[in-house]
């Protein structure tokens, strides 16, 4: 065999050897489960799920930083005890209104009755508190929330008399009940000797025989 020959043949061999040791794509290390994809870094474990876990963490709502005020209460307790749309005929057509009656008293002795008309059920609840505060009285009890004696009155078509009885609670109806329960009186007994349905009515009659009651 010639040198050229030999030459040739032992490139070939080499070549066939080259090619056989070059490692395949088969063969390439595994990429661990925890890598990711782009990068190869390894992510953080996550937490467990539940109580504690990193599902109970996401619903956890931050504290507000400023806190809801606390709400003030009012001076007076109040109840609206008639409310009416009044309507006026005008040249243009008609127009309405709102009439309001509110009882408003502070369950401890001080009690008034007021009327507000606007053209908003707000407004004239404004101007109904108003007008009662203006006309506020102090009922005179003893230190049980008794009255002294029995009283008896009439206001317009509105006829009440109020009597005291111990142990019976506050036996009342209509507006007068109102009255009573906004006054703080206890253990009294209330009768209407009309046949009036007007609640304003009853209620100023309560009121006006509230204010006969005498101290002693």
């Not at 059920?121 to 929330?145: C, F, H, S, Y």
């Amino acid at each position: 065999m010639s040198e050229t020959k030999q030459q040739e043949a032992t490139t070939d061999t080499t070549s066939e050897q080259e090619v056989v040791v070059t490692p395949t794509s088969t063969d390439a290390p595994a990429v661990p489960a925890s890598a990711t994809p782009a990068t190869g870094e390894a992510t953080a474990p996550r937490g467990p799920r539940g109580p504690g876990g990193r599902d109970d963490k996401r619903n956890q709502r931050r504290p507000r930083r400023g806190g809801r005020p606390e709400r003030v209460r009012p001076e007076f307790d109040q109840k609206i005890i008639s409310i009416r749309r009044v309507t006026r005929v005008m040249a243009g057509g008609r127009r309405f209104s709102f009439s309001v009656a509110i009882v408003i008293g502070d369950k401890r002795g001080k009690v008034g009755v007021g009327i507000g008309k606007a053209g908003d059920t707000q407004l004239a609840i404004e101007k109904a508190v108003r007008d009662a505060k203006k006309n506020m009285i102090v009922v005179p009890m003893n230190k049980e929330g008794h009255l002294l004696h029995d009283v008896h009155t009439k206001y317009a078509s509105s006829e009440v008399m109020i009597m005291p009885a111990p142990g019976r609670g506050i036996v009342a109806g209509s507006s007068v009940r109102t009255v009573l329960e906004h006054a703080g009186v206890k253990d009294v007994t209330a009768k209407i000797f009309s046949r009036s349905k007007n609640k304003l009515n009853n209620a100023r009659a309560a009121i006006q025989a509230l204010e006969l009651i005498k101290k002693n």
